[in-house]
Structure formats: C-alpha cells, structure tokens
C-alpha cells in the first residue's frame, strides 16, 4: 500500500505516542525526515542530547557511526537505523587499517609511547575502540581544536584518523606542522600524522567556487565545514562544524550574502535571497539521503511488532573501550 508522506507523518506521531522512542535526526537529513525528529543537531549534540534522553528505544535518522556512538555512550538503549546508511569517510578506516598506520609510525622510528591517538567522531566502533586502548580519545568537528590542544600538552605526537582534512585544518590554524601518512614527509617532523581519508562531499567545494562567488557578489561571506580542503578553509571566512555554522548564518545581518559549503540539505534549509550553495554541483550525502519517511514508518511498525530492524549491537570489548575513547572528549 502506498501511502503519502502527510499518511506516514501521521502514522509516525501515532507510532510516537504509543511506543518508548526517540526519533533523533542529523541536520544532513532529508527535510521531511529532519522535521519528525525529536532530537535534532551536529553529531556531538545528537551524542550528549540522547544520553540524557530516557525512551527505551532510539531511531537514529544518520549514518550507522552516528548510532553507534548513542549505543557505545548508553548501552541499555536500543538503537535502531530506519536505514542501515554508512558515512563514506567513516568506512576508508578499520581496526586493521588503524594497526597499519600505527605500525608505519612506528617503522619511521615513533614509537607507541610517543604517540596520543584521535579518531573524529565519523569513524565506527572498532577505530574508537583501537584507539581508547591507546590512551586516545574522540573529537567532533566542534571541538577538534580543544581536543588536541589538550592532547597536545601529553608532549607526543597525534595520530589523527580518519579525516585528513580536519587534521590540517587545525594543525594549520594552531600553527603545528602536519603531514598526511603516505605522502613522503618523515612522521617524526610532524606534530599531527594524519591518516588519509576524506569526506567526498565537502571535497566538492572548490577555491574556483570561492573566486566565483567573490567576484559576482564583492563582500559575500564565504563559510565551510572543517571537512573541507586546507586550501578552501583557507580562503574562507568562517569555519565551523553544522552547529557552529548554523549559528554563525543566523546571526548575520539579513542583508548579508554568504555562500556555504558544506551538504545540501542544511544548506537549503538556511536559505534566503541572500544564502548561497558553495557550489555549481549539489552537494549531498548519499547515505544521508537514503533514510526516508517510509524507513522510517517501517522500523516504528518494527518495533511496535517486537521484531526491531536494524538494530545496533556492539560486542563488549569494542564497546567499552570505544566508550572510554568517547567520555574522553566528553569529559573536556
Ligand atoms: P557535524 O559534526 O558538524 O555534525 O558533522 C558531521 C558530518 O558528517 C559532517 O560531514
Ligand atoms: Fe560522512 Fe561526508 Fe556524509 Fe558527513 S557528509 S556523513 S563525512 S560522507
């Protein structure tokens, strides 16, 4: 049976009423799924809003890292993904890839004690585990800088996995010398190693991009995620996680042009005659997108039935040891 999006909108608030659940949703989502959320935010916010929160199950409208944090931070929870969606970045590093990095670091003659390992908040359970046995811990693109300041006062070397651009971008801003694994610069001269993955849609933004836009509108505010190019953060005027950036848009005066590069459909969401894409494409998560109101009308109904869908488990090694990587950054 077919059913309109006004049908599932309602069959979802009924759903809502009857059951213990949580619909939370990432600003990257779909608009009519963003709107059902009950908790809504950057992934840090979605991590600490949903700990608090007290429903016996979450529905995590993001990509599978995102629930997988909720269920590493509170395990008595069940976490269900209306769609089992996997961030691209996320997916470029496993616990072995992880092993791997270490040990080139340790062949180029740094050896494990003079390495402090930081894993952004988009890679899955096993990285965070790896690298809470190391003594690391998380970040998320809103605390990135304070993380590694801290980390930093340890006097070792940061291992930063998965984004290689966030790992610049800070090392940059803080005035440290960084290098990407594989790319011919000796680990020991640098104070940030940073393992090579990348976010495909924010490497879609572009300094030609930038120069458009600043040549059409003489004054336009130019405004990024920290997941994109050194060299478009450079050229930018503000750089920010989701969070930061919506906060930074809504405070411009109104007639104030800014061209935003980050995902499409928190960009879209922000827009006025005055608000700009940072981009002649249009920048969208795929495996944000593939989570519909129809996914998630079927894991309510899945629920209600007693047979979840795509629900979260985590083995216990992984997920107390991803856990101390997590209250790591908490705790800060
Ligand atoms: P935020 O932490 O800013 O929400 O970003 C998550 C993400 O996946 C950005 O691409
Ligand atoms: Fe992952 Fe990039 Fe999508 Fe964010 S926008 S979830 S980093 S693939």
């Not at 944090?69 to 996997?86: D, I, Q």
């Not at 006062?153 to 930063?160: T, V």
């Not at 930018?236 to 405070?251: L, N, P, R």
């Not at 005055?274 to 944000?288: A, G, H, I």
Request: aromatic share 6%.
């Amino acid at each position: 049976m077919h059913l309109t999006n006004e049908e599932l909108k309602q069959k979802i608030h009924e759903y809502k009423k009857k059951l213990s659940v949580t619909v939370v949703a990432h600003f990257y989502q779909r608009d009519e799924v963003f709107e059902i959320g009950d908790i809504t935010g950057d992934s840090l916010e979605l991590a600490q809003k949903t700990r608090a929160d007290d429903s016996e199950f979450v529905v995590f409208c993001g990509v599978g890292f995102m629930g997988q944090s909720v269920k590493v931070l509170s395990p008595n929870k069940r976490v269900v993904m209306p769609k089992a969606a996997c961030c691209a970045m996320a997916t470029m590093i496993d616990g072995m890839q992880y092993d791997a990095s270490v040990k080139a670091l340790n062949e180029a003659g740094v050896p494990n004690e003079n390495i402090l390992p930081i894993t952004y908040i988009n890679s899955n359970a096993d990285v965070k585990a790896k690298v809470g046995k190391m003594g690391g811990m998380v970040c998320t693109s809103s605390n990135a800088k304070k993380i590694i300041t801290t980390a930093l006062q340890e006097g070792k070397k940061i291992l930063f996995v998965p984004d290689r651009c966030l790992g610049q971008n800070i090392a940059n801003q803080m005035g440290l010398r960084s290098c990407v694994l594989g790319d011919g610069t000796n680990p020991a001269d640098a104070d940030i190693i940073c393992y090579n993955g990348f976010c495909s849609v924010h490497q879609l933004f572009s300094v030609d991009d930038i120069a458009f836009y600043r040549k059409k509108y003489p004054g336009i505010l130019i405004v990024v995620h920290p997941e994109c190019d050194p060299a478009i953060c450079d050229a930018a005027d503000f750089v920010g996680s989701t969070s930061q950036i919506i906060k930074y848009i809504k405070e411009l005066p109104e007639e104030q042009k800014v061209a935003v590069g980050t995902e499409f459909n928190l960009v879209n969401r922000l827009r006025t005659k005055n608000t700009y894409v940072l981009s002649s494409t249009k920048p969208e998560c795929p495996t944000m997108n593939e989570t519909t109101l129809k996914d998630v009308y079927d894991v309510l109904k899945s629920i209600d039935e007693g047979e979840p869908l795509n629900e979260i488990f985590i083995d216990e090694d992984t997920q107390s040891w991803a856990k101390i990587a997590l209250e790591r950054m908490m705790a800060l």
